[in-house]
């Protein structure tokens, strides 16, 4: 419970996290893997309950999550969005945007196991429901067809792994990005 909300599988995440171990693997300009790692930091508040035509209880925590390249310190990625949480069902959404006009709203689950929480989501290009908007650019020169997104929480660790599915440079590619993270802060 925070503040009188009982935000499920949700409430671990709120707080600052840093790490230090994170790998990008995205296509260079041939389509080939370019390796960059990276550091980055997460932050996570309540942003409270939401109702849905009388029917559908929410709860989320919005985020904002900041990349840098680790030999130089530069943002090379940024991102902002919600994850959600319906208790009544246990559906997980993730919504994200990413300054390179592209938004996604991922749908999945939350399995809790051995004291880890494990988060689950997925998005398809096409989707009624958990899909993928990109602007005309984008869709022309570097569509992502697919989002995967699998997080876990144990204590005061945080690690994620992702999958954007592209098709970029006339070829399909896995953009890949996975890190571990700490829990600086509890607030």
């Known amino acids: 419970m925070i503040d009188g909300i009982d935000y499920g599988p949700l409430a671990q995440l709120v707080g600052g996290w840093v790490g230090d171990k994170g790998l990008d693997v995205a296509p260079d300009a ?41 030999d130089s310190g530069l943002v090379f990625h940024e991102q902002v969005g919600h994850w959600i949480f319906e208790p009544a069902t ?8 990413i300054p390179r006009a592209v938004c996604v709203l991922a749908g999945g689950g939350v399995v809790e196991q051995d004291g ?16 993928i908007v990109q602007s005309p650019f984008m869709l022309e020169k570097a569509k992502t067809k697919a989002f995967h997104m699998r997080m876990s929480v144990k204590g ?25 993270l700490t829990r600086v802060s509890a607030t």
């Open 30 to 70: 041939d389509a080939k893997p370019d390796q960059t790692h990276f550091t980055d930091e997460l932050s996570f508040e309540v942003a409270g309950s939401a109702e849905n035509a009388e029917e559908q209880e929410l709860v989320s925590v919005r985020y904002h999550h900041v990349v840098r390249k680790s």
């Open 90 to 97: 246990g559906l997980l959404m993730h919504s994200l945007s």
């Open 116 to 131: 880890e929480t494990i988060f689950d989501v997925k998005a398809q290009s096409g989707s009624e429901t958990f899909g």
């Open 156 to 180: 005061n660790q945080l690690s994620y792994s992702e999958v954007m599915s592209l098709h970029i440079y006339g070829k399909d590619f896995e953009h890949t990005d996975a890190s571990v």
